[in-house]
């Protein structure tokens, strides 16, 4: 079975680029067109999508929203190293198999009792298989941070993601009433396996323009001044480009950037200076060395090149 033979008119996607850019300004999530078109084209063709990029880019804040926007459940499967099937599709519930087995004891032959804890009621639903089952209009999948679970598991997924069906052996196999809008992130700590690229649709997420950022910053944090949120949104692109991006092994995320601007309305600050940029650079970096790289010397200048201090 295909994946575009599921029902595909249950999927309500916005109508156009700009409708869907829209939707997901309204929940508070500011895409840019290229991203907008992967998404579009993704719930077009029903096919998965992989978004790549630096942490803190907002991957995953894009399965929420499109969650949100969609009215679907989001079901979010974190990957870990060691992750397994069990964690990430099914299990059976052993204490209540045991605990049934225990009560029956005696009253039925051994085959008998054997079908009865293999019913459905003492399986345990992880998220692969709850976004099968889930009802109309179906789930949002999100498959966070792929590249955290090993090769075994990604070979795995493929199977998944071609079918969307699993074969549990006990019960038979289960399909999925509506094909999942499935979203995989990965933060690139190795090159995921070519077949699982192949199955998505790819996209690589950029840190966002400046003037996105400073939206963001406006939604998130409307108590900052329009004078504050801008010299944020300057100074923190500044700090991702050449040549101060060499100085750190991490530029900030989005995230990063949000929280610097809470602190600095916490702190009264009207206009950034040096001083009250080295004082905060622990909310911007979150390793060591970088914190320490951004010192007085290198805040004046990055300030200077963005036109923020004399
Ligand atoms: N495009 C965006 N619009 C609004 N907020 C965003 C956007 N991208 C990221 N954020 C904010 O930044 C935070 C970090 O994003 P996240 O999705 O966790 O990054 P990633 O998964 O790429 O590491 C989010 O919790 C959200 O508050
Ligand atoms: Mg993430």
């Known amino acids: 079975m295909t994946v575009s033979s ?7 996607a916005p109508a156009s680029i700009d409708a869907l850019i829209a939707a997901l300004r309204s929940v508070g999530y500011f895409a840019d067109r290229r991203l907008a078109t992967a998404v579009f084209l993704a719930l077009k063709l029903q096919r998965p999508l992989l978004l790549e990029g630096e942490p803190g880019v907002g991957k995953t804040e894009l399965a929420k929203a499109l969650s949100a926007v969609l009215k679907r459940e989001l079901l979010r499967l974190q990957c870990f190293d060691g992750l397994e099937q069990r964690e990430a599709l099914y299990e059976w519930n052993y204490a209540a198999q045991l605990l049934h087995l225990r009560a029956a004891e005696g009253s039925a ?3 008998e009792l054997e079908r009865e804890v293999y019913q459905a009621r003492y399986l345990v639903h992880r998220p692969l298989l709850q976004a099968l089952q889930a009802p109309e ?3 949002v999948l999100l498959i966070d941070e792929v590249d955290r679970a090993d090769e075994p ?5 493929l199977e998944y993601l071609g079918e969307y069906q699993v074969s549990i052996p006990e019960l038979g196999t289960v399909r999925a009433k509506v094909a999942p809008i499935t979203i995989l992130t990965s933060n690139r700590t ?5 077949a699982v690229k192949r199955r998505c649709l790819y996209h690589w997420v950029e840190y966002p323009e400046r003037e996105r950022e400073l939206a963001i910053v406006r939604a998130l944090v409307p108590e900052a001044s329009q004078a504050l949120a801008a010299q944020v949104a300057a100074f923190v692109h500044q700090l ?5 991006d060499d100085h750190f092994q991490r530029a900030p995320g989005i995230a990063e950037t949000v929280e610097w601007a809470r602190a600095l309305v916490a702190l009264d600050t009207l ?3 040096p ?4 004082d905060t650079a622990g909310i911007l970096f979150k390793q060591h060395d970088d914190v320490v790289a951004l010192n007085q010397t290198l805040a004046t200048e990055a300030l200077q090149s963005a036109q923020l201090v004399a």
């Open 275 to 278: 001083e009250v940029v080295v």
């Open 137 to 139: 209009p179906g789930a």
């Open 240 to 244: 991702r480009s050449a040549p101060y």
């Open 271 to 273: 206009m950034l200076d």
């Open 153 to 157: 598991f990604e070979a795995f997924l």
């Open 109 to 111: 032959p051994a085959e």
């Open 190 to 194: 190795r090159e995921l396996n070519d």
């Open 6 to 12: 599921l029902a595909s008119a249950s999927v309500r």
